[in-house]
């Protein structure tokens, strides 16, 4: 059975930085045709943000492009997305998802306030 | 990007009785394989969403069978021949034809 567990969420200032990490179990992530990050601003609906592809390339949402990084640590077996210069706006649930979109982790909480 | 409309927004059902989703997509969802890669994920209340229905129709191992989809092309619809107080939450329709993926805006099912 796959198993996603995120990590790495807080409370963050305005232009701060925050690096949330995504454990895989039951399937290795590198083979896995690609993994998500999803997120979801409280009482809002989902809003993808990023995607890895088993052979690395990757994919952002405009809203994000150039201030995340997803990558994947392989021995860990973990996903990774580094979010840099957050907004107001990036305050959510995030979750990891595989590309079959059947395995959805519990999500971990981004908000970001003075 | 693939705009998905969900309708209605708000779904109050009486336990016992049917009801039906509507998605519609902006652009055709087959994808060069032939497949249409349309999913419907239920989310219930304090809970991560959950996949019931893949590729328009195929429902999820331990999904009940009174959870139906069906469509094509653009115009999709999700069924409940009888609901019952667990199917309370908000369904989802999303696309993953096309990237960046996307998500309608959400139907909230209520007991009347």
């Known amino acids: 059975e796959v198993e996603l567990v995120e990590s790495g969420g807080g409370l963050v200032q305005p232009g701060g930085s925050l690096r949330l990490s995504c454990a895989v179990s039951g399937i290795t992530v590198s083979s896995i045709n690609y993994v998500s990050w999803v997120r979801q601003a409280p009482g809002k609906g989902l809003e993808w943000v990023s995607v890895?592809?088993?052979?690395?390339?990757?994919k952002y949402a405009d809203s994000v492009k150039g201030r995340f990084t997803i990558s994947r640590d392989n021995p860990k077996n973990t996903l990774n997305l580094q979010m840099n210069s957050l907004r107001a706006e990036d305050t959510a649930v995030y979750h990891c998802?595989?590309?079959?979109?059947?395995?959805w982790g519990q999500g971990t909480l981004v908000t970001v306030s003075s | 990007d693939v705009v998905m409309t969900q309708s209605p927004v708000s779904l109050p059902v009486t336990l016992g009785q049917p009801a039906s989703i509507s998605c519609r997509s902006s652009q055709s969802l087959v994808y060069s394989d032939g497949n249409t890669y349309l999913n419907w994920l239920q989310q219930r209340p304090g809970q991560s969403p959950r996949r019931l229905i893949y590729e328009i129709s195929n429902r999820d191992s331990g999904v009940p069978d009174r959870f139906s989809g069906s469509g094509s092309g653009t115009d999709f619809t999700l069924k409940i021949s009888r609901v019952e107080a667990e199917d309370v939450g908000v369904y989802y329709c999303m696309q993953a034809t096309h990237w960046p993926i996307t998500f309608g805006q959400g139907t909230r099912l209520e007991i009347k």
């Open positions: 998802v595989t590309s079959a979109w059947n395995d």
């Open positions: 890895i592809y088993s052979g690395g390339g990757t």
